[in-house]
């Protein structure tokens, strides 16, 4: 049995559904260890809902520039979404089981063999380079499918409190569409909630002079806001766009104008566009409209967009000389912690394996996409490493 099917099943048979960790980060810290890394505990949260976090580092090699390395981080997350029915999965989601060349179990593909094929690339790389000119990092956390609160975000929290940089992230999502290596995230859209409530006044709908209707005062400034571009996008998003989810007004009687109405929207907006800018043009649209109204914010996280630079090339290459692949690179999909990393990390990659199962009652990976997916992140490493040798070679090259 390979070491990272071996590792994966170790960390599927933990049931860690958010925020339990199940023993997963403690497992992780025996094995980095004696490799160099010092692993360092940064939970938080209430006793009720605490969080695990794991940070852990190990020192590169300064090379003959006197350049400090670059720091890598590999983040991911050892909670898993909770089973459902267990009488729907084919075999319990937390004993690991081998079935039409597959490996099923809560966890197999978003994101458990991501993080053991990860650990063993980074033993496999140590074995061969023992002093690359890389600093190595893990950031793990018990809290990614949940709230996210106490997870990544309160450590990028603690880490800009300290100085702390980190140059490039490879998170372990899984990103892939039919197999290993055809596709990767470079970015992800920010998403942005707005909570309005148009007052008016409360009266009888055969005396309107002496009421003031909200829901036809609010009607022609949400029609401008559903016309309105907020910008074209670019090479890499769609166009920022505005949507109403849900209206709530009137008293349930046809014979009362309401005192007002309440409007629930959602920014799903790109690098183009800032949540501040977007904040101040929806209140000009509404001011303009001579409204009286009440709006509060949520940004539930902010865009981030990495262009193709040393990371993304470091990538691309090991998919293609592990697979032969052109990887494709997107940044569709929901959220990830990759949001947070990027405050602190200018170059943020997603990459792992199909993710067509996860979430789902028997959850899977096939076992076929573990090995090119430990060797894909083996190369990246080795090509980081040559990078930094390059860059020794001929200073301020890199
Ligand atoms: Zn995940």
Redesign the pocket.
């Known amino acids: 049995m390979s070491r990272t099917l071996q590792l994966a099943e170790q960390l599927i048979s933990r049931p860690s559904v958010t925020p339990e960790d199940a023993g997963c980060l403690d497992l992780i810290a025996a094995r980095l260890a004696p490799l160099g890394f010092v692993c360092e505990r940064l939970d938080s949260g209430p006793d009720s809902f605490r969080v695990q976090n794991l940070y852990a580092k190990r020192p590169g090699a300064v090379g003959a520039s006197g350049v400090a390395p670059k720091t890598l981080v590999f983040a991911g997350?050892t909670d898993v979404v909770p089973t459902g029915p267990l009488e729907q999965w084919s075999s319990p989601p937390f004993t690991p089981t081998h079935r039409d060349g597959r490996l099923y179990g809560r966890g197999a593909s978003?994101?458990k063999t991501s993080i053991a094929a990860f650990v063993v690339a980074v033993e496999e790389f140590l074995a061969a380079t023992p002093e690359p000119l890389i600093d190595l990092a893990f950031l793990l956390t018990s809290d990614?499918?949940g709230p996210s609160i106490d997870g990544t975000k309160v450590v990028v929290e603690q880490f800009k409190a300290r100085g702390e940089r980190l140059d490039y992230c490879i998170v372990g999502?899984?990103t892939a569409v039919e197999r290993t290596g055809d596709m990767i995230k470079n970015g992800r859209r920010g998403t942005m909630s707005g909570k309005l409530t148009v007052l008016g006044i409360q009266g009888h709908i055969a005396y309107p002079q002496l009421a003031r209707n909200p829901i036809h005062q609010a009607v022609p400034a949400l029609t401008e806001l559903a016309a309105t571009a907020w910008d074209q996008g670019n090479a890499f998003f769609p166009p920022t766009s505005w949507q109403i989810s849900n209206i709530h007004g009137g008293t349930g009687a046809s014979n009362v104008i309401p005192g007002s109405v309440v409007i629930d929207f959602n920014f799903r907006f790109c690098t183009e566009s800032t949540a501040e800018g977007l904040q101040a043009r929806v209140k000009a649209i509404l001011d303009s409209h001579g409204l009286e109204y009440q709006l509060d914010w949520t940004i539930g996280g902010q865009p981030f967009l990495t262009t193709p630079g040393s990371l993304v090339h470091a990538v691309q290459q090991a998919i293609a000389d592990e697979t032969g692949l052109q990887t494709e690179l997107s940044t569709t999909g929901g959220t990830?912690d990759g949001r947070f990393i990027a405050q602190i990390c200018d170059q943020v990659i997603e990459m792992g394996p199909p993710n067509a199962s996860i979430h789902k009652i028997d959850e899977n990976i096939v076992l076929a996409d573990i090995a090119p997916l430990t060797n894909i992140y083996r190369r990246t490493l080795e090509n980081l490493h040559a990078q930094a040798l390059a860059a020794c070679a001929a200073p301020g090259a890199a």
């Open positions: 997350h978003d994101m990614e499918e999502e899984p990830s």
